[in-house]
Structure formats: C-alpha cells, structure tokens
C-alpha cells in the first residue's frame, strides 16, 4: 500500500494508546497453552495480529475478534506442522516453536521472517530449546524441533539479552517439570506474558532475573487479560506532537518509557506526563545524545521516530544504534530531503533544521516506516510514502487517527 502525505498541516487532539505489539503476539500464541478459553481485552487491530489469528485458526482454535476484544477457544487444537506463509511474515512467530515444544514435544516451522532490521538469528532460543533437552535441525528453510528425551528439570543461562528468546524459553520448559532460566530479559512486554501464563496456573517466579517455574495442576477456566498499552506507539504519537502541533496520548504506562521521557524533559521539550497520560506541544529541544539499550536502556523501536525528532533540536544530536544492524536508514532519508546527516556505521549525527525539502519514500520496516510518517509531515509539499503496510503490522488505524488529528494523508 502506498500513500500520500501533506507537508503542511498542524496535528492536534488526543489519541488512546493501544494494546502492545509486542506483548500481544506472545499472548496469543500462549493462549494455547490454556485450558480453557481465553479473553483478551486491549487487542490491537494490526496485522501482525491478524496473522497469528490465521494460523491459531489453521491449529483449529476458535478466535472471535470484536472491537478489541478476542476470545480464543483452543478446544479442538491440533499438532500440525507451521508451514504457512504467516510464518515468514511475523517475526513472533517463533513464538510457537517454544509453545508448541510445551504441548507436542515437536514443532516443524518455516523459519520466521520480520523486518529486515538486521541478520537476527535465533541461535539463542535453538540453545535454550537444547540446555530444555531438544534436538532440531534446518533444511529447506524448515526448521525442526523435537525431543530425544526432555529433561525432568534444567537450569540454563541464556548466552545474550533477548526480548524473544526469554519468552521462547519460558514457554517450551513448560514441558519440564521444573527449571531455573538466568540472564533472561523481560521488558514490560516479557512481564505482561508472565502474569498471563500465572493467571493460566502455571507456577512461575521472576526475582532478580531469574525465572524460576514448578510443575503445576492447570484448572478448566476462562482467563480474562488486558494487554499492556504500546509505549512505542504511544512515544510515536507524542513526538507527532512535539513536532507537529499537539497530542495527549492517554491509557499509556509512563513507567514503561522513563528512560526516553527523560532524554526529552532535559532536552528541553514542552512534555509533561502522569502515570497514565503525556501531553506534548510543539517545541525546540537542546541537541540530544541517544545510545539503544536492552530495557530499561533507550529501546531500539523508537531510534528512527527520535532520529526525525533530532531535526527540531538546536545543535547536534548523536544516535547510535547497538541492537541491530540495519536500523539507520531513516537518516539517509533525511539526508535526502536536505538535512544535515553524518551517517557512519550505526551513528547519525543530526543538525536540526526546519526546512525538509519533501520527497517519495520507501518504507523498509515497521518503525522506519513510522519514522517517514513523521519525515513527511515535516515536509514543505506533498510525498508519497510505498510499502505502508509496513507501519500497519504495528500501528493500528494510524491513517484515521492521523486524519482525526489533521494530518492530510490518502491511500494510493
Ligand atoms: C523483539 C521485538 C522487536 C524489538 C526487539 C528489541 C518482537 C516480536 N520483536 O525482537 O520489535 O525491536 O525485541 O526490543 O517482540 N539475537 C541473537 N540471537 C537470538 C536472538 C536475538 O543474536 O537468538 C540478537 C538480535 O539479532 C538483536 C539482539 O539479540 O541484535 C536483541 O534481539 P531480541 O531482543 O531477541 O529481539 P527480537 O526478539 O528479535
């Protein structure tokens, strides 16, 4: 999908924030792994969700999808191998190799796609799902995972910081009847699967990073969860505001983005927040200095939305990307479109400037997707933006709301 968008328009008004990308596709998966049906409240309409509903329902789960309201009935849930395109599209979708190893023992995969935001290997969840006592392979793009014979209990040391092997690890020892995971990493989305699989019955303990869990007897029953608010979609629309106009993003956790409020309170920016909601009004910030880190560090979704943030500072802001390998494209963009940009390696240093020439982008990724949404708004005339899908697996309705707010946007 492409679409068109005026450089001209001032934004204002209020947007709710949404269900959390990223906790809702583990949710999902792990909704499998109830014993009775599940509700969840606060789903986000994206496609990344709709994807995993297309293959819940290939597993032949029940999923009714009203409002933001889902309700799954895994009833009649059956082993089957995961070889549909929806695989290679998600990224989450690896979350079903660590579920599907807690109920079958097995899990035949196309080996998950996403964004090309990197290399992003799995290499950590496959040594994880080995120290659980599986065995796997790849050929033709499939990869297999089963089991010689599954320890009674592990203890395992995940071998680097990841958000998804954590999670992928969690959910495949549920096979076992005890074990103990060091080193993992739970960002509030992490935490929100975690209360939901306690609330399913299953005895799990995090205490300073270790994730302990015990056999337990799960009860027939309807679990009843709301997802947490996205604080990358909620920061998206706050810097809409700092840039454009003004928004207040209610429903938001401010808890969860301590780190990148703070970078924009001593920057100067006309932001305030309560624990529930951020007003942000156009404004001029001193240059800023953003490094990405694991969690509670500067999170890497939000570097590219930052990056065209870093145009309305005075001075010279430095960003460095140290999560992924392929996430600084935004800043040849706006390079393009007449800022000054030294790109170098995974560093942009960025002068701020408000003359952006418009011009037509491509959006390689979901949040450089987001990042030109923010590029072209800032423009003098109009631009047209390809591959817009990309921001539709992780925002939901931002075309409306975006019109609701004034911004002048039309699909191709
Ligand atoms: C998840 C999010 C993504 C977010 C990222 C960091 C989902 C579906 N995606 O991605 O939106 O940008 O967290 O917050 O929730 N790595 C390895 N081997 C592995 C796993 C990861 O080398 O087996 C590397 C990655 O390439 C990356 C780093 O570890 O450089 C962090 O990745 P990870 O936290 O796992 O992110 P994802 O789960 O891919």
Redesign the pocket.
């Known amino acids: 999908m492409d679409i068109k968008v005026s450089g001209g328009s001032i934004i204002k008004g209020t947007v709710f924030c949404s269900g959390a990308k990223?906790a809702v596709?583990p949710l999902l998966c792990a909704s499998l792994l109830s014993k009775g049906k599940v509700m969840l409240r606060n789903v986000p309409r994206i496609s990344d969700v709709f994807d995993i509903c297309h293959i819940l329902r290939y597993l032949d789960c029940k999923v009714v999808f009203k409002g933001h309201t889902m309700l799954i009935d895994n009833t009649n849930l059956k082993y089957k191998p995961l070889f549909l395109e929806e695989c290679q599209k998600i990224?989450?979708s690896y979350y079903f190799i660590g579920v599907f190893l807690a109920l079958f023992s097995k899990c035949e995969i196309l080996l998950p796609g996403?964004c090309k935001i990197?290399?992003?290997?799995?290499?950590?969840?496959l040594q994880a799902f080995e120290d659980l006592g599986f065995k796997y392979f790849i050929e033709d793009n499939i990869l297999t995972v089963y089991k010689i014979k599954v320890n009674e209990e592990a203890s395992l040391v995940l071998t680097?910081?990841?958000?998804?092997?954590s999670i992928n690890a969690i959910f495949a020892g549920l096979r076992l009847n005890h074990y103990e995971i060091k080193n993992g990493?739970y960002?509030p989305?992490g935490l929100d699967v975690i209360h939901f699989l306690q609330k399913l019955g299953y005895h799990l303990t995090l205490n300073n990073e270790v994730i302990r869990y015990e056999k337990s007897k799960l009860d027939f029953k309807l679990t009843k969860h709301t997802v947490i608010p996205d604080r990358m979609e909620a920061m998206t629309y706050a810097i809409l505001g700092l840039l454009k106009g003004e928004v207040t993003v209610k429903r938001v956790n401010t808890n969860d983005l301590t780190c990148p409020l703070k970078i924009l309170k001593d920057a100067g920016y006309q932001i305030s927040y309560t624990e529930t909601e951020i007003y942000a009004k156009k404004s001029y910030g001193k240059e800023m200095h953003i490094i990405t880190d694991v969690y509670p560090g500067f999170?890497?979704?939000l570097q590219s939305v930052f990056g065209v943030l870093s145009l309305n500072t005075i001075g010279k802001s430095k960003i460095e990307e140290t999560?992924?390998e392929k996430r600084m494209q935004i800043y040849y963009d706006m390079r393009d479109s007449g800022a000054q940009c030294e790109i170098s390696g995974n560093q942009a240093i960025v002068t701020g400037t408000n003359k952006i020439h418009s011009k037509n982008y491509n959006a390689c990724d979901l949040r450089h997707g987001a990042a030109l949404l923010l590029l072209a708004l800032l423009g003098d005339k109009e631009s047209i933006i390809t591959n817009f899908d990309y921001v539709l697996r992780g925002y939901d309705d931002i075309i409306n709301r975006l019109k609701a707010l004034g911004g002048k946007i039309t699909i191709i």
Request: hydrophobic share 30%; net charge neutral.
């Open positions: 990223n596709i990224r989450g996403g990197g290399s992003r290997p799995i290499d950590v969840h680097k910081k990841s958000v998804g092997a990493l960002e989305e999170p890497t979704d999560v992924f």
